[in-house]
Structures are given as C-alpha cells and as structure tokens.
C-alpha cells in the first residue's frame, strides 16, 4: 500500500510518497501496546512501535510525518505506533 499526502508549500501543493502511516502519538509503551493488540487484527502490515527518544525512530516518523515530533513534544508523547508497508 502507498500513502500520498499533500501539503501547500510556498512553489505550491507538494505531493509525498510513503509506504508507511503514523497511526497515533501515545504517552506510554504500555498504550502503544495495547493499540497494536486491537489494530493487528484490522491492519495488514508491520505495526510498529517508534520510541521517540531513540534518533533511528524519530528519523523513521519524520520520514512519515515531519510534523509529528513537533505534535508529541506540545502533547507530551514518547511513542508513536505507525504501520510500514513493503
């Protein structure tokens, strides 16, 4: 699966590519977990844990959402939950 997402930009709309979604910014491993228990039944894919205090994860949800750590850090989030598709 592919997922496009579009954004203005200042030359005009911008079109991204990736194979894989941010599906939630969670406080705690404990809730990333217990997502990823209801969401492998409905998601085919990898479902993922991103620990945003390790550099290799936030890079990996940068890739995905540039806006996503800029969201975590004003919620208070340490994880991400997202799904990669190959």
Not at 13 to 21: F, K, M, N, P, Y
Request: charged share 30%; net charge neutral; glycine share 6%.
């Amino acid at each position: 699966m592919v997922w496009f997402s579009h954004q203005a930009g200042p030359l005009g709309t911008i079109v991204r590519h990736s194979r894989g979604a941010l599906i939630e910014l969670v406080r705690s491993a404990e809730e990333a977990e217990e997502l990823i228990r209801k969401l492998s039944r409905l998601l085919v894919g990898e479902l993922r844990i991103a620990d945003l205090s390790r550099a290799p994860d936030r890079e990996q949800v940068l890739r995905i959402d540039p806006e996503a750590l800029e969201i975590a850090r004003s919620t208070g989030a340490r994880y991400a939950v997202i799904v990669l598709y190959a």
